[in-house]
């Protein structure tokens, strides 16, 4: 029950001068510290708001714990002495008077209440830094007299850490910025906002905030209250397991479905003639989400899948239900990649979460087995899946430090991207190789007179491809960030499987060299580039007579075929998007025995864009199809855009591909006819009973198995509609 009792004021004539100098000013938000209050017989206050410009001062507390509840008062005073009346809503009228003693405020309020008089008293003082205020009360009602003594602490304040901390870049967003915008952040939950902060992307933005000004800076921007998570959530399962039976031929494992990232599913359960017939089965809500960003794992009947909260799940494949759950401490965004353990009949489900450690875990149960941090730079962070190939674990090392290069006064920039190989079985470091072989080394002062550090870059946002042939493992960079030019940004490098050591760079875009807030920060480089990062990983494919070829997609929108014989020499290139930061080609491409299969965003594209699909001859590189993405049709702005940005999979007959604006569609492979398309931008009931809705369908590609289309909906980030949907089809939803 809960119980408002307001307090209204019959006086005129308060002030409105500013405080005197040598008085202390309470205003503020304060919150009880239970540690150290004595409350006595006194209702134990949760919760108290002063706004206060001397003389005059308004008070608004909220009591908790007494025998009507809780109750919340407004009480009026002028700190020069003068007497204000605060009338109870019992009808009561309190003489209310206040005056300075020395630093102190003393605090008197005189009443009859049915006939009993009524004397409370209060006396603050507040600590020298202005955190702590003391309150001593006494009340002498009748023949009663209570007394408690209050030691409360100031909340911080929102809306000040967030110009300080935040606005500088989310209050002026460029076009070729990577952030959101305020007004999409004010559209997520508080508890998106803390996760981004203190688990997610913004880590290294939020570095030095306590949990308590992060949590203000989350209800200022989003103007919403946090919700009691509860500790158990329906669609447990309750029947026992069935037995865990991982089948390599038929299972989508990691995020490319095989070693060399074809993202081919050859035995799908289903045919292309059964796609029409596609209707969900389950869907799955992540609690509190507002992106699904983790591409979902298939395997012995099992779906792994993480949030950006740092929750792991396994569920059911067959009902959606949840046979356990992980939580890894930091937003999981990687595919997760299961294998052999070297006890008998055990299985590891592998993975990495937002602050760069790589985990394992048991993947029956979800015991931890392990966990490794892999990269010790403040910025570090895991987006690509590990590659697990005979008993090591090859763990791609991507940044956010982009971001951070925002700030006039980060000292750009550090980080340079690597691929760190592990023992599958203890998680013990084999060694570590980088994208960047020189360590950066300080080379100029920025306007602001910062000092800036160079060469850094090349991040790995992609799970690596493994050759085992040549026994090489390729991995796709991102940009340099500064103006030290390196040899193997935007580019593809390949290294020893077995030693790390770098073999061989092919890089397609020179001097690609960026950070966020260009050109209004005093970070950018002196040519700023224009962001054209592979985010997708390297496809390697057969294309006969004993000859291979490698197929990278670039934010540029171009296709680039690559010679794995001949030190990743360029064979052919296409060009089939306008290209932009936020892609051209985004987040991977997939490819069968014959054709590349190519999704094109263009979502920022400046000019010339061709949102869609299309199909490649991958032996000679020429173009076999395209199907333009249909025209928008949805009613609201965020995600109303057409770009085809999410990863690409391919089963014989039919490729699948998702829209920003939420549709999620499949193309004959033969000609690019559209074979079915469902809008996944609506509310669902989920079997976990967790509140879902679909938004724009981004990152993670879907994955199929066992007759099952799996695909995450929701992503709230860079202009998309937020969501928290897993969605599961099968043949009319059997």
Same mark, same amino acid.
């Given at each position: 029950?809960?119980?408002?009792?307001?307090?209204?004021?019959?006086?005129?004539?308060?002030?409105?001068?500013?405080?005197?100098?040598?008085?202390?000013?309470?205003?503020?938000?304060?919150?009880?510290?239970?540690?150290?209050?004595?409350?006595?017989?006194?209702?134990?206050?949760?919760?108290?708001?002063?706004?206060?410009?001397?003389?005059?001062?308004?008070?608004?507390?909220?009591?908790?714990?007494?025998?009507?509840?809780?109750?919340?008062?407004t009480a009026i005073f002028s700190t020069d002495?003068?007497?204000?009346?605060?009338?109870?809503?019992?009808?009561?009228?309190?003489?209310?008077?206040? @005056?300075?003693?020395?630093?102190?405020? /003393?605090?008197?309020? #005189? +009443? *009859?209440?049915? =006939?009993?008089?009524?004397?409370? %008293?209060?006396?603050?003082?507040?600590?020298?830094?202005?955190?702590?205020?003391?309150?001593?009360?006494?009340?002498?009602?009748?023949?009663a007299d209570l007394a408690a003594t209050y030691v409360l602490n100031k909340a911080p304040d929102g809306s000040a850490l967030y110009k300080q901390r935040c606005a500088t870049c989310h209050n002026n967003p460029q076009p070729q910025i990577r952030m959101p915008k305020r007004e999409e952040i004010a559209a997520r939950t508080p508890e998106a906002v803390m996760s981004a902060m203190f688990s997610g992307a913004m880590v290294t933005q939020a570095a030095g905030l306590t949990r308590e000004e992060g949590r203000a800076i989350a209800l200022y921007l989003t103007g919403?209250?946090?919700?009691?998570?509860?500790?158990?959530?329906?669609?447990?399962? @309750?029947?026992?397991?069935?037995?865990? /039976?991982?089948?390599? #031929? +038929? *299972?989508?494992? =990691?995020?490319?479905?095989?070693? %060399?990232?074809?993202?081919?599913?050859?035995?799908?359960?289903?045919?292309?003639?059964?796609?029409?017939?596609?209707?969900?089965k389950w869907a799955f809500g992540y609690p509190k989400e507002f992106l699904a960003f983790a591409q979902p794992t298939v395997v012995?009947?099992?779906?792994?899948?993480?949030?950006?909260?740092?929750?792991?799940?396994?569920?059911?494949?067959?009902?959606?239900?949840?046979?356990?759950?992980f939580s890894a401490g930091a937003g999981v965004r990687t595919a997760i990649t299961v294998g052999p353990s070297k006890i008998p009949g055990k299985y590891i489900a592998f993975f990495g979460d937002l602050r760069a450690s790589a985990h394992a875990l048991d993947a029956e149960t979800g015991q931890e087995l392990w966990?490794?941090?892999?990269?010790?730079?403040?910025?570090?962070?895991?987006?690509?899946?590990?590659?697990?190939?005979?008993?090591?674990?090859?763990?791609?090392?991507?940044?956010?430090?982009?971001?951070?290069?925002?700030?006039?006064?980060?000292?750009?920039?550090?980080?340079?991207?690597?691929?760190?190989?592990?023992?599958?079985?203890?998680?013990k470091q084999l060694w570590k190789s980088y994208t960047v072989v020189d360590a950066p080394k300080p080379f100029r002062k920025n306007s602001a007179g910062t000092q800036q550090y160079g060469p850094a870059g090349a991040a790995v946002w992609s799970a690596p491809t493994i050759d085992a042939r040549r026994k090489l493992i390729y991995v796709a960079t991102g940009d340099s960030y500064t103006g030290v030019d390196i040899n193997s940004s935007d580019a593809i490098l390949a290294y020893s499987l077995d030693t790390g050591k770098l073999q061989w760079i092919s890089q397609t875009e020179a001097k690609d060299n960026f950070v966020n807030g260009c050109p209004r920060t005093a970070n950018c480089p002196e040519n700023n580039g224009r962001d054209y990062d592979f985010g997708g990983s390297v496809i390697l494919r057969d294309t006969g007579g004993g000859k291979q070829i490698l197929l990278a997609g670039q934010k540029s929108?171009?296709?680039?075929?690559?010679?794995?014989?001949?030190?990743?020499?360029?064979?052919?290139?296409?060009?089939?998007?306008?290209?932009?930061?936020?892609?051209?080609?985004?987040?991977?491409?997939a490819a069968d025995t014959k054709y590349a299969y190519v999704a094109i965003?263009?979502?920022?594209?400046?000019?010339?864009?061709?949102?869609?699909?299309?199909?490649?001859?991958f032996a000679t590189g020429e173009r076999v199809w395209t199907t333009p993405a249909p025209a928008v049709t949805c009613a609201v702005p965020?995600?109303?855009?057409?770009?085809?940005?999410?990863?690409?999979?391919?089963?014989?007959?039919?490729?699948?591909?998702?829209?920003?604006?939420?549709?999620?569609?499949?193309?004959?492979?033969?000609?690019?006819?559209?074979?079915?398309?469902?809008?996944?931008?609506?509310?669902?009931?989920?079997?976990?009973?967790?509140?879902?809705?679909?938004?724009?369908?981004?990152?993670?590609?879907?994955?199929?198995?066992?007759?099952?289309?799996?695909?995450?909906?929701?992503?709230?980030?860079?202009?998309?509609?937020?969501?928290?949907?897993?969605?599961?089809?099968?043949?009319?939803?059997?």
């Open positions: 029950m809960k119980r408002i009792v307001i307090l209204t004021l019959a006086l005129a004539g308060i002030g409105a001068s500013g405080a005197a100098a040598d008085k202390p000013n309470f205003s503020g938000d304060w919150t009880i510290d239970a540690t150290k209050s004595n409350f006595g017989q006194i209702p134990a206050e949760a919760t108290r708001k002063v706004e206060h410009n001397d003389p005059a001062l308004m008070m608004t507390e909220t009591q908790t714990g007494g025998p009507q509840g809780d109750v919340t008062t002495g003068k007497e204000t009346i605060n009338k109870l809503s019992m009808g009561a009228e309190a003489k209310s008077t206040a @005056t300075w003693d020395g630093n102190a405020l /003393a605090i008197v309020m #005189k +009443a *009859d209440v049915q =006939g009993r008089p009524l004397t409370l %008293t209060e006396r603050w003082t507040r600590s020298d830094d202005g955190k702590v205020m003391t309150a001593v009360r006494h009340i002498v009602l009748g023949q919403k209250k946090f919700v009691p998570v509860s500790e158990t959530m329906a669609g447990k399962c @309750t029947a026992p397991s069935k037995e865990f /039976a991982p089948n390599a #031929k +038929a *299972d989508w494992n =990691g995020w490319g479905m095989d070693p %060399t990232n074809s993202r081919l599913q050859p035995n799908p359960g289903l045919s292309a003639a059964d796609v029409p017939r596609l209707k969900l012995g009947g099992r779906i792994f899948v993480g949030t950006l909260a740092g929750s792991v799940y396994s569920l059911d494949a067959s009902s959606g239900c949840t046979i356990w759950s966990r490794a941090r892999v990269d010790d730079h403040p910025a570090a962070t895991l987006t690509g899946a590990p590659a697990l190939y005979n008993g090591t674990l090859y763990v791609p090392v991507s940044s956010s430090e982009e971001a951070s290069a925002a700030s006039d006064t980060y000292e750009c920039c550090t980080f340079r991207g690597s691929l760190v190989a592990l023992d599958a079985a203890t998680g929108g171009i296709l680039w075929g690559l010679d794995p014989d001949n030190k990743g020499k360029i064979l052919w290139q296409l060009k089939l998007g306008a290209g932009s930061a936020l892609g051209g080609i985004e987040w991977g491409h965003s263009d979502r920022m594209a400046q000019s010339g864009a061709q949102p869609g699909i299309s199909a490649v001859n965020a995600g109303c855009v057409p770009g085809q940005s999410a990863a690409v999979s391919v089963i014989p007959g039919a490729v699948f591909s998702g829209a920003l604006n939420g549709h999620f569609r499949a193309y004959a492979t033969a000609d690019g006819k559209i074979l079915w398309d469902f809008d996944t931008a609506t509310n669902f009931d989920t079997v976990n009973k967790v509140p879902a809705k679909g938004g724009s369908v981004d990152a993670a590609g879907p994955t199929i198995a066992n007759g099952m289309v799996l695909t995450n909906s929701g992503y709230g980030a860079f202009g998309g509609k937020a969501g928290n949907v897993l969605l599961a089809f099968t043949v009319d939803g059997k």
